[in-house]
């Protein structure tokens, strides 16, 4: 557990309820209550879920706890997930668009599912040429163009494990990607616009592989139009993906029915340690999850229009961008670029020109409209039947803003709280079933088991006003299966801290979810953000000592500790405090030359603002940094306890340090 004390709760204000409006009710996917029991027979009521799929071989067991924390879910089951997502819509959706993407420079290209499906199994095919096969990992390094979702089912539809990387990470955070999934292939695009540039993002590739002690076997090159831009090379180990389906236009391939616990994909995310890790999530368990959520909780019809304005590079993309839509055989909406290129409306005019009835975005974003004002949506003309967050603690007048001027005060408002780590959505209403209300994300969704733990692991009860550790102490299908390579750091991340370690009882095991949450009186769970040293920069997941390692490394710094400020758009932000090495000199240049070391090791959207030199970092006596304490002087609030400290004095001498800048 953390040295840091559970803050204490203060309630909020006025709770306030929303119904959702009768028209919704009306037509909404789940309407019956009595959901929540049948999902409470554990572990069949998920059984629902994995009804919603095709199998190649159903399952002989729906969930084999055998072996905690590694819980299994449908096994005995096989299926490809590539199936499910694509070919087994043709019958009826054959001409229904699965994507339509929009280019930041205005340019579309609609994709069906037939058209869909020629493309995986093309590329599929070439995959297969360069050697792929299954069980391997394959590394993504796509931004959001269609090449993305397409590589992502080939690779499923070969029972190859994709491992995408966000598009914004550097050649170094890619490099570390590839090497610590072992992954023998990458794929990559010349590059994509952004704000009216194009950018080079091969060249990333290139950097990283630089830097591997054993290069990859072959670098897969998509085009973000027919021709290669003129200002890429290409390498020996590279293959233009024009060139290759050239050679596998029309080809088809077989779906590899996988086992349910076989894995599907690698998601690296940020944790409490310098080294990023790779929840590894199953095939037909997170399948299911996913499948069964879209449904209930984005509740989509044939006829809907739905967008997810999300990257799929993160988690949120690739379960409600990706695997939950297609799997509904949903119509989504992908948008290439930035909310703001060429003009403030063009997230409005989007929704206008594509008929978007289901938007989904993040707290960040929201903010920013906000910060916009109304006028800015006021030339267009869309009309949202259900609005949803995820990401980040949605403040209450930001849901209110999101609620009138974005939903026009008759849609429903979700809030969706969740983890890379969990797969889909665990807290939230399901739209037709509760009422909403602001700042608070709600109930556990059917099937879920939540609750908050004090210090001792004592749970706190309903209604008590106190704030502490989220838990899910019970297993769902949407689960990670364990970190890649790494089972002793999975059960230090998420087990050791709540769970009796030698039981092989699944029941004495709990999952930390490594946030600090309230639950009201009336069962509403609310958020509160983080309590370890992971931070939440603009729904960006970042770890402290992430880059604290990076900063390290600057020549003249000797120490490096990194606390997050509460910035009023992104939610968060980093702030870094470094002591410099003795013949260093404090000045704009080494201040410079720390944010550029982020930038280059992870990515521009994790480059600090502030730098502070000061003369020592506050570390308790057993020699850990006290970032709380870095936090409270970051956000200008009163210091903590600083009586486990090696030197009382340091904070308040940071806090001068600071504000003499
Ligand atoms: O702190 C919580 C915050 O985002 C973290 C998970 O980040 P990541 O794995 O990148 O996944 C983000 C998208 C699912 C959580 O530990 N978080 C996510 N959703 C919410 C949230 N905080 C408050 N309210 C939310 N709705």
Sequence with gaps: MTDDPVPIETRLSEPEYYRPPPSFVGQANVTDPTVFD???????????????????????????????????????????????CVDRHLEEYAEKTAFVWEGEPGDCRRLAYQDLYREVNEFAAALRAVGVEEGDVVTLH?????????????????????????????????????????????????????????????????????????????????????????????????????????????????PVPRASTDPLFLMYTSGTTGKPKGAQHGTGGYLSYVTGTTHSLFDIHPTDTYWCFADIGWITGHSYIVYGPLANAASSVLYEGAPDHPHRGRVWEIAEKYGVDIFHTSPTAIRLFMRWGESHLEPYDFDFKHLTSVGEPIQPEVWRWYYDHVGGGDSVVIDTWWQTETGGVVLSNLPALADMKPGYVGRPMPGISAAILDDDGAELEAGSGQAGYLVLDRPWPGMLQTLQGDDERYIEEYWADFSDLDSDDWRDWVYKAGDSAVEAADGYFRVLGRIDDVMNVAGHRLGSMELESVIVEVPDVAEAAVAARDHPEKGQVPDAYVVLREDAEAGAEVREAVREAVATDIGKFARPDHV???DSLPYTRSGKIMRRLLGEISNERPLSDTTTLEDPAVPERIREQVSGE
């Design 38 to 84: 049948e999902f409470d027979q554990f572990p069949e009521g998920f059984e629902a879920y994995a009804e919603r799929l095709d199998w190649d071989e159903r399952w002989d067991t729906v969930f084999d706890g055998s072996d905690p924390p590694y819980f299994r879910w449908f096994t005995g089951g096989r299926l490809n997930a590539a199936h499910n």
């Design 142 to 254: 796509l931004p959001m163009v269609p090449a993305l979702p397409i590589s992502m089912l080939a690779c499923a539809r070969l029972g190859a494990v994709h491992s995408e990387v966000f598009g914004g990470f550097s050649a170094p955070a890619l490099a570390d990607r590839i090497a610590d999934a072992d992954s023998r292939h990458l794929i990559t695009i010349d590059g994509y616009y952004r704000r009216g540039e194009f950018l080079q993002h091969k060249r990333k590739a290139d950097d990283a592989r630089e830097q591997l002690d054993d290069d990859v076997d072959a670098v897969l090159v998509w085009t973000r139009e027919d021709d290669l831009h003129p200002a890429t090379e290409l390498t020996e180990r590279d293959v233009l993906v024009g060139d290759l389906l050239a050679v596998h236009r029309g080809d088809s391939v077989d």
């Design 612 to 614: 502070t030199v000061v």
